[in-house]
């Protein structure tokens, strides 16, 4: 499984990346899009909906199952990957480039820190 180094993870499998401008890129990763197999449909979070760290703010639909989105930390969505509405797929083609969900504005930008990094994202999928 692909795990950069570069991006904190949660334990429910999205990925967090933070951007020069502060704000926080999220998706899912590489090992979720793996377990989901073809996905079909995504729910897009609206944007300015503030988000609770660990809330559902959306869903994946695959050919296997649905699957909620959990924020990985809190913020107000300050942007959406539109692309997705069309082209869903992207999250299984390229799940840390262009088949990002959203940006958020975090509510406390030092709770990125918190999250897992990529070794303990590791550790945690290998069981």
Not at 5 to 27: F, M, N, P, V
Not at 57 to 66: A, L, M
Request: net charge negative.
């Amino acid at each position: 499984m692909n795990v950069p180094e570069t991006l904190r993870y949660s334990s429910d499998h999205e990925w967090a990346q933070l951007l020069d401008d502060g704000s926080i890129k999220i998706g899912i990763t590489d090992y979720a899009q793996d377990a989901l197999g073809d996905v079909v449909f995504v729910e897009l979070p609206d944007l300015g909906t503030e988000l609770e760290a660990g809330a559902t703010f959306g869903e994946v639909e695959s050919t296997k199952s649905v699957s909620d989105l959990f924020a990985p930390l809190a913020g107000s969505v300050a942007s959406v990957n539109d692309q997705l509405t069309d082209n869903p797929e992207k999250i299984n083609e390229d799940p840390y480039g262009d088949g990002w969900i959203c940006t958020i504005t975090p509510a406390d930008p030092a709770t990125y820190d918190s999250l897992l990094d990529a070794a303990a994202y590791a550790q945690l999928i290998e069981g």
